[in-house]
């Protein structure tokens, strides 16, 4: 199975990034050298202040995989990682959960509201009272909300 | 050769604000363990800019407190904000962060409501038992538990 992944031209039946970027690295050229060929495999570096090279490399990623337009619709699709599951479930259930439960505390348990109250105090009590173990908790605002932060907005 | 690895990533969570732009999100689900031993699961926000992890003031009866304001009065600078607020920090609070049990300081705070994250993720006890990796473009932060 051919692809290109990151830049470079690779089977995954043989690919060994790790061992490329150390043939590159200890093969002996200038670091300018080493440093261009890094770059024309797209592979981002930074040289800290004593001079050691750290190359992101964390993962293989497939460049232009799905057309930018669907990746809103496919990640919804998608499996959520595990320890995401409530999180996820309550961001992409937003607009639901805003006209069940508006300015209702809620507790989230397997992709549904177990329990839900005007009051955090009196949501704990229900909890307590049916056994329900390792809730997700939040409230959900009443108003719309706004997001306020200093993290970059993107529309894809 | 060198290498940094990195255990576990987070994806950042993804919103439709009112105008239809997306707007991400890095929020850490992070266990408070009550004085009875319940796990309660928490959304906060991955926040180097904060010192200490801070929840909103009325997550209170969570940590088995009458009142917000029973804690050690501080102030602090928010982002964006030109004037010192009043915090209250609570020494020896129990979280579990990925799976790992800490006791760290927790400041209480009034913050905005949202229903993505109850708080934010700060540096105290917690980030010096983990190293993070933050990749903006793919809207991932990668976690190692040896760092």
Redesign the interface.
């Known amino acids: 199975m051919i692809g290109s992944f990151v830049g470079v031209s690779v089977s995954t039946d043989s690919i060994n990034i ?1 061992s490329l ?2 043939s590159v ?2 093969g002996g050229s200038a670091p300018e050298e080493v440093l261009k060929e890094i770059n024309s495999y797209g592979i981002k570096w930074h040289l800290t202040e004593t001079g ?3 190359l992101k490399s ?1 993962r293989l ?1 497939a460049e232009n995989f799905v057309p930018a337009e669907n990746v ?1 619709k496919i ?1 919804e699709g998608g499996e959520v ?1 595990s ?2 599951n ?3 479930w ?2 992409k259930n ?1 607009s639901y ?1 805003r006209q069940e439960y508006p300015g209702k505390w809620i507790a989230v348990v397997d992709d549904d509201v177990v329990c839900a109250s005007d009051s ?2 009196d949501l ?1 009590q229900q909890l ?1 009272d049916n056994n329900i ?9 009443a108003q ?13 | ?4 690895e ?1 255990d576990h990533t ?2 950042f ?3 439709l ?2 105008s ?8 850490v ?1 992070v ?1 408070l363990i009550q004085q009875n031993g ?6 906060l926000l991955f926040d180097t800019g904060a010192s200490v992890t801070t929840l909103r003031h ?2 209170y ?2 940590l088995g407190l009458a009142s917000w304001d029973a804690g050690n009065l501080c102030q602090t600078q928010t ?2 904000g030109k004037d010192p607020v009043n915090t209250y920090r609570y020494e020896g609070i129990n979280l579990e962060v990925f799976g790992k049990s800490l006791k760290c300081p927790v400041n209480l705070m009034i913050l ?5 994250y ?1 708080g934010l993720l700060g540096r105290d006890t917690i980030f010096q038992e983990f190293g993070f ?1 933050f ?2 473009n ?1 809207k991932e932060l ?1 976690v190692s538990f040896k760092p």
């Open positions: 790790d970027i150390k690295v200890t050691d090279l750290w964390w990623g809103m990640r990682h320890e995401a409530a999180l996820e309550v961001s937003l959960l955090l105090t704990m307590h173990e390792q809730p997700f908790i939040t409230e959900i605002p719309p909300v706004v997001w306020t932060t200093t993290y970059a907005n993107e529309r894809i | 050769m060198l290498t940094k990195f987070i994806q969570i993804s919103v604000n009112g239809g732009a997306t707007i991400t999100f890095p929020i689900s266990n319940n796990k309660i699961s928490l959304p009325d997550l009866p969570l982002a964006g905005p409501v949202t229903p993505l109850m990796g990749w903006e793919n990668h």
